[in-house]
């Protein structure tokens, strides 16, 4: 899954400049102009029914949250970039961060193919890794100047923005680095459903193309004005968001571009898709969330907890999910759609005999259920349920082997109960 990432609200014009050297990986297409492009006036409506409620969590351990994505976990993964660390919130809004020294500034996060988050170090040109269980590793290179976003590439490897080229890692941490004149201040980048990757140049106001072998294509447009962020559609075209000109952009894998403008958009920052199929967007300038459907309608939500809204994402509940810098909170808002009943997290789980482990279950619901266990649970292990949706499983296992267990959580009571299972397998190596 692609989630469009941010550069901070605070610093619209991009980053301060590095020093460094860049390196031409492979030969470079030149530049090409859109094949086509409209503008068409957008339509206010109201949204879809029970979207729009809107729900902030804060608390010390979040500041100035910018990226977000969902993790593999059930859980939602953001940056701080404040204090430099990579943050974790249930979706019943348990927060934890990790306390690693080695991040600087982390913008954009994604999940990567190896079931890890990845995410882009601006404060020290670093391309850093993280496990669900905090384990972290960083990794680097000369030509990674000034990353800002990252995303999963069709090819197995991720892909990320630097400030005037497009990198390339894979899970080992090999770095490759491609520059052509058509790249200039990538801010955004997202994988196409042509299998390239697809970013926006903010710098010279267009829409770049590059396959996974390095042949970069560009397109321009009247219409497309400070591109900010990116991402693919499900109407298998790219969506992207206009800061220069308060738009929402489209953009076809032929480059055909058309152009929605409504007087609710308003620096517009980052967009994701919705499991509603419609865009949303976060309006960073009038402190608001937008939603534009593949149509064209556009609708606005407002509420007094939204305030310089930043990154976006689908999350596993059936809500968006988005950073708030403005006040240090982390924002969910509903979209219409009914959140099924289920137990999100993991099914399986690693920990180390003698050593301290803790795992969190986390379910979705419109109620909170009661989460259980069966099974035999290594000793000096415990299951708690925590009654807001999540259960811990912690402690310090005795000894190794392989547990299997069911978890259940049951939803209402009487004749509206509803059990959902889960199995559920520990396993616990040698120390």
């Not at 000369?142 to 976003?149: H, K, L, M, N």
Request: charged content about 10%; glycine content about 12%.
């Amino acid at each position: 899954m692609t989630e469009a990432v941010s550069v901070p609200g605070s610093t619209r014009r991009r980053i301060p400049e590095t020093s460094g050297g860049l390196i031409t990986a492979l030969t470079v297409l030149a530049a090409l102009s859109a094949c086509g492009s409209s503008t068409a006036p957008s339509s206010a409506a109201a949204g879809p029914k029970g979207a729009g409620v809107v729900k902030s969590y804060s608390e010390p351990a979040i500041s100035g949250p910018n990226g977000i994505t969902a993790g593999p976990d059930g859980a939602l993964w953001f940056t701080n970039r404040n204090l430099n660390v990579i943050g974790r919130i249930t979706t019943a809004g348990v927060v934890t961060s990790d306390d690693d020294p080695s991040s600087s500034i982390p913008l954009g996060i994604t999940t990567g193919p190896d079931g890890a988050l990845w995410f882009a170090n601006l404060g020290n040109n670093v391309i850093g890794r993280i496990t669900t269980s905090g384990v972290s590793a960083y990794y680097t290179n000369p030509t990674v100047i000034g990353p800002v976003a990252i995303t999963p590439g069709p090819d197995g490897a991720l892909w990320f923005t630097n400030k005037s080229s497009i990198g390339r890692i894979t899970t080992a941490g090999l770095i490759s680095d491609f520059t052509s004149p058509t790249i200039d201040e990538p801010l955004s980048i997202a994988a196409g459903p042509d299998r390239s990757l697809w970013f926006t140049n903010y710098g010279n106001n267009s829409i770049g193309r590059i396959t996974t072998s390095g042949v970069v294509t560009n397109y321009t447009s009247p219409t497309i004005k400070g591109p900010y962020a990116i991402t693919r559609g499900p109407d298998g075209a790219l969506w992207f968001t206009n800061d220069g000109n308060g738009s929402i952009g489209r953009i076809t894998t032929a480059g055909v571009v058309t152009n929605y403008t409504s007087p609710t958009i308003d620096g517009p920052d980052a967009i994701t898709a919705g499991p509603d199929g419609a865009l949303w967007f976060t309006n960073d300038s009038n402190n608001s969330i937008g939603r534009v459907t593949t149509a064209g309608v556009v609708t606005n939500y407002t509420s007094s907890t939204i305030r310089n809204p930043n990154a976006i994402a689908a999350g596993p509940d059936g809500a968006l999910w988005f950073t708030n810098s403005g006040n240090d909170s982390i924002g969910r808002i509903t979209t219409g759609r009914s959140e099924p009943r289920a137990i999100i997290s993991s099914d399986s789980a690693s920990a180390t005999a003698g050593s301290g482990f803790t795992f969190t279950v986390s379910t979705t619901g419109s109620s909170v259920p009661t989460i259980t266990e069966t099974g035999a649970l290594p000793n000096g292990i415990t299951f708690l349920n925590n009654d807001n949706g999540t259960a811990t499983i912690s402690g310090s296992p005795d000894t190794s082997g392989v547990y299997h267990l069911t978890i259940s959580a049951t939803f209402g009571k009487g004749t509206t109960e509803h059990v959902v299972t889960q199995a559920f397998t520990l396993a616990v190596s040698p120390a």
